[in-house]
């Protein structure tokens, strides 16, 4: 039986996609990454694999050697989690019509 996600996990997710979407939009490696925030390159590979919950203050530090507002990435965390919600809403409501 799959363990249903809850809104924590899907957050997390959504943080993780977001991070690393602003890392190829900067055209940075995982190397480069971990070395301006501080860690170790397989760390941010689970990070962006989502294998891995982190803390806020590695948050905190992916989004500074990101040059990127961590608002900003939350506020695009809320967007996916949002589109997901809305995809899982018609996905149930189209097998209810069904």
């Known amino acids: 039986m799959k363990k249903k996600s809850s809104l924590a996990d899907s957050y997390v997710s959504a943080l993780s996609a977001a991070l690393e979407q602003r890392r190829r939009e900067l055209s940075m490696s995982q ?48 967007n996916l989690v949002n589109a997901k919600k809305v995809k899982l809403e018609r996905q149930s409501q189209s097998n209810a019509d069904s």
Do not use: W
């Open 31 to 78: 190397d480069e990454l971990a070395l301006r925030a501080g860690l170790h390159r397989t760390y941010i590979s689970l990070i962006e694999r989502k294998a891995t919950n982190f803390s806020i203050k590695i948050f905190l530090r992916l989004t500074e050697a990101l040059e990127v507002n961590p608002a900003e990435v939350m506020r695009k965390a809320e």
